[in-house]
């Protein structure tokens, strides 16, 4: 049997440009259930890739709101309700690169992919069918699956496991320093693009870049046979 490759892939800020519109409808949350003004962006930064709790309790720390558990879980349920109603109404970009990657890899037998994200099973669908990738044809993992979130290796682990390779034999590819601190946790390589981060703070992958446009299934196959 020919040598295997995985490829496993993170949804928000990787394979689509989420971001914006992440900090847009989380904004708006503050606004809506606390009434908090004045939220910005980059007041988000420390939660990005750590799920939608984390990601509305950095701008609560930034802005000094204190927010109890079940506040800080109705506020991310309804996050998730106003992104998911903009990706049906606005749809969002993949970023370049990406689905050319994926498409390459999906024609090649010895290489096997994965969704792995935080984001719950109903959102990350929605970011996906917007983007039109072909996550029927991938392993999946979503944050509806596991208990611990990143930088915790679970759902890396999982996503190897829904692809039967080994976690040395696959690449995963991030954007967030939570995110690559995961895949190596899990073993893996890391590929980090610089959609959401700057590079030195993705500096534990083994390769980073500033779009997958960079990366071939060259690149992917030497990296791993380097173990």
């Known amino acids: 049997m020919s040598k295997l490759y995985g490829l496993i892939f993170d949804v928000d800020g990787l394979i689509a440009n989420t971001e914006p519109v992440n900090a847009k409808v989380t904004i708006r949350v503050f606004e809506d259930m606390f009434g908090v003004r004045g939220v910005r962006p980059e007041d988000f930064a420390a939660g990005i890739g750590r799920g ?19 506040q800080v879980s109705r506020a991310a349920q309804l996050r ?3 992104l998911i109603q903009a ?14 990657l994926i498409h390459a890899a999906l024609a090649k037998p010895e290489y096997r992919l994965a969704i792995a994200t935080s984001a719950s099973l109903e959102l990350s669908h929605a970011i996906l069918d917007a983007t039109k990738v072909p996550y029927e044809r991938m392993g999946y993992v979503s944050g509806s699956d596991v208990t611990r979130k990143k930088p915790d ?3 890396f682990l999982l996503a190897a496991g829904r692809i039967d390779i080994e976690p040395a034999r696959c690449v995963v ?4 320093p939570s ?3 995961a895949g190596k946790t899990a073993g893996a390589r890391c590929v980090a693009v610089t959609n959401s981060a700057a590079a030195e ?5 083994d390769i980073v ?9 060259d690149t992917i196959a030497n990296l791993i046979d380097a173990k």
Do not use: K, N
Request: glycine content about 4%; some cysteine; hydrophobic content about 45%.
């Open 52 to 70: 939608a709790e984390a990601f509305v309790r950095a701008a609560a720390d930034v802005h000094h709101v204190d927010l109890t558990d079940e």
């Open 80 to 82: 998730e309700q106003y």
């Open 87 to 100: 990706m049906r109404d606005e749809g969002v970009p993949a970023f370049p690169g990406v689905l050319e």
């Open 153 to 155: 290796p679970q759902v």
């Open 173 to 176: 590819f991030e954007d967030a």
């Open 179 to 181: 995110g690559v601190q």
């Open 201 to 205: 703070q993705l500096a534990q992958a």
């Open 209 to 217: 870049c500033d779009s997958l446009e960079q990366i071939t299934l």
